[in-house]
């Protein structure tokens, strides 16, 4: 799958860098496995269980915490030990880190926690890997992606017979002052180049609700599109979510215990959820589409290069034959990758990318563009095993979800991105 990228001192007890993960050899040896240069562990099948049962659950919270807050920290971690996905381990992690760990960014307050905590943490993060590697060769068995592309797959797109796509959460939000100079003047560049346009404001598979706001974190209720049917259940449990929120960021930490049985429908994500929706659009389009153009509501063509056809330009990088899917790639320091411009074609391996970009939707802490950067290292890494490689055996993974401070350690997982 051809890809293209374009472009204090006063707590005296434990003083730990937030990058000292980065030393682990793991890590260092780890992240840029998809070369085939680096070992590459091979997980038993029943990894990490064992350092997940040693762990006391009591010494998870502060030793001079309320007691009740032990059952919801035994909750959580209990159903650490039984899940036997990324999405329902990074559930109760994710929960688990953000109420009971270290003050966000700030460090343990005593040796003995902090050992509790990275104990468990290393755990879970490789029985996460593992779930995943795992997930990832059921894939490779049922996907057949060629860095060459069938007969098909060779054509070359046509501006003609490609479509300009824009997502947003809602048809309305197109129409608000601040984005319809924008929306005109995309559309009419789509006009001009013989382009179809297309503003796709849902439906969508999936409701969100925000719930409430901590640092970076949205807490969100969520529900499947068609799957209540009834207004007035739903409203009771949107108003039983937002009082349970409320009651966890206010430290009532004993009803974390209520968390474990709502996966289905309290999540946390790292950025606005009604980001993802370009995941669906750029689905609905594939189909019609000799390419899609993919386009955040806060990007703009320059006037002075109207004349300049996106499609011409992209197939033009390639003499042998287009590539699949392009993706901004973004300059040190600042992200992985960008996902306000995405271009993909109708090829397996595109359809591929996107089947594995939206399953990250349901992920907790996920975001558009964390998700896009894990996807992009997947894909890659199927294509790596094609040719004889290991691939990638998602070691970074662990970085999309927080550490025992409650932080997401995104700046690292984008230091260690191949």
């Known amino acids: 799958a051809r890809l293209v990228f374009h472009e204090d001192p006063a707590c005296p007890a434990v003083l730990e860098p937030y990058w000292l993960p980065l030393n682990w050899p793991e890590v260092r040896e780890g992240c840029q496995a998809t070369s085939g240069t680096a070992h590459v562990q ?61 003050p966000t960014g700030q460090f343990f ?27 990832l060769q059921g894939l490779k068995m049922t996907s057949s992606i060629s860095p060459f592309g069938g007969p098909q797959e060779r054509q070359a ?36 180049r013989g382009m179809r346009f297309a503003a796709d404001g849902g439906p969508w598979p999936l409701r969100h609700r925000t719930l409430g706001l901590t640092g970076n974190y949205f807490f969100v209720g969520r529900w499947r599109e068609g799957t209540t049917g009834n207004a007035a259940r739903e409203a009771r449990e949107e108003d039983y979510l937002r009082h349970l929120i409320g009651d ?9 215990v209520e968390l474990a049985s709502l996966e289905g429908l309290v999540n946390i994500y790292f950025d606005e959820p009604e980001k993802q929706t370009k995941i669906w659009s750029i689905e609905r389009q594939l189909d019609n589409s000799s ?26 990088m390639h003499s042998r034959r287009a590539s699949d899917i392009f993706v901004r790639d973004s300059w040190p320091g600042t992200e992985c990758l960008n996902s306000g411009f995405i271009a993909v074609r109708p090829t397996r391996a595109a359809r591929l990318f996107l089947k594995l970009w939206r ?20 894909l890659i890494g199927l294509e790596m095993q094609q040719l004889g490689s290991p691939g990638y055996r998602s070691q970074c993974l662990r970085y999309l979800f927080p550490i025992p401070n409650g932080l997401v350690p995104y700046a690292m997982y984008c230091d260690l991105y191949p």
């Open 109 to 135: 307050e005593t040796e003995k926690r902090r050992a509790v905590w990275e104990t468990l943490w290393n755990a879970v993060s490789k029985r996460m890997a593992y779930f995943r590697s795992m997930e």
């Open 157 to 192: 797109p046509a501006e003609s017979s490609s479509v300009l796509l824009l997502s947003a959460d809602r048809p309305g939000y197109f129409q608000q002052p601040f984005v319809l100079p924008f929306v005109r003047q995309l559309r009419c560049y789509a006009s001009k």
């Open 248 to 256: 966890l960021q206010r430290n009532k930490l004993s009803r974390a």
């Open 359 to 378: 399953q990250k939707a349901w992920w907790p802490v996920s975001w558009d563009q964390s998700a896009l950067a894990e996807s992009v290292l997947e």
């Open 291 to 316: 390419m899609v153009v993919y386009l955040d509501l806060d990007v703009t063509i320059r006037p002075d290069s109207l004349n300049w056809g996106l499609v011409p330009l992209l197939v033009s």
């Open 42 to 102: 091979s997980f038993p099948a029943n990894i990490s269980i064992k350092p997940l049962g040693l762990v006391n659950t009591g010494e998870l919270v502060k030793a001079q915490a309320p007691k009740s807050w032990l059952r919801g920290a035994h909750a959580l971690a209990r159903r650490l030990y039984n899940c036997t996905t990324v999405r329902s381990c990074s559930f109760s992690w994710s929960f688990l880190a953000i109420l009971f760990g270290a």
